[in-house]
Nanobody
Framework: QVQLVESGGGLVQPGGSLRLSCTSSGDSLSDYAVAWYRQAPQKERELVAS????????RYEDAVKGRFTISRDNAKNTVYLDLSNLKLEDSGVYFCNRPPGVSTWAWGQGTQVIVSS
């Protein structure tokens, strides 16, 4: 059973950077494609990026392309999301889970990113 744990969020100024981490306290993530999502206040949760179980074929939504990088270290059972050149509109709670189109795991608590000057 996969139990997701996200971490690494925080308060950062516009233009700043953060590294988010996603791991599982239960079964390993290494056999699964994983995606990052985010949810801003009063908005629906939206897909940000995804990556195959092997680390191949990272994909990004247009709003974050060129600024965010998804990667994984299967030996550490961790999927990362590097956020750079952050904008105010990147603020929200970031979650990891399966990509769209497959059954999701139970959602974790997420990690909050606040971009503010």
């Amino acid at each position: 059973q996969v139990q997701l744990v996200e971490s690494g969020g925080g308060l950062v100024q516009p233009g700043g950077s953060l590294r988010l981490s996603c791991t599982s306290s239960g079964d390993s993530l290494s056999d699964y494609a994983v995606a990052w999502y985010r949810q801003a206040p009063q908005k629906e949760r939206e897909l940000v990026a995804s990556i195959f179980h092997s680390g191949a074929f990272p994909r990004y939504e247009d709003a974050v392309k060129g600024r965010f990088t998804i990667s994984r270290d299967n030996a550490k059972n961790t999927v990362y999301l590097d956020l750079s050149n952050l904008k105010l509109e990147d603020s929200g709670v970031y979650f990891c889970n399966r990509p769209p189109g497959v059954s999701t795991w139970a959602w974790g608590q997420g990690t909050q990113v606040i971009v503010s000057s």
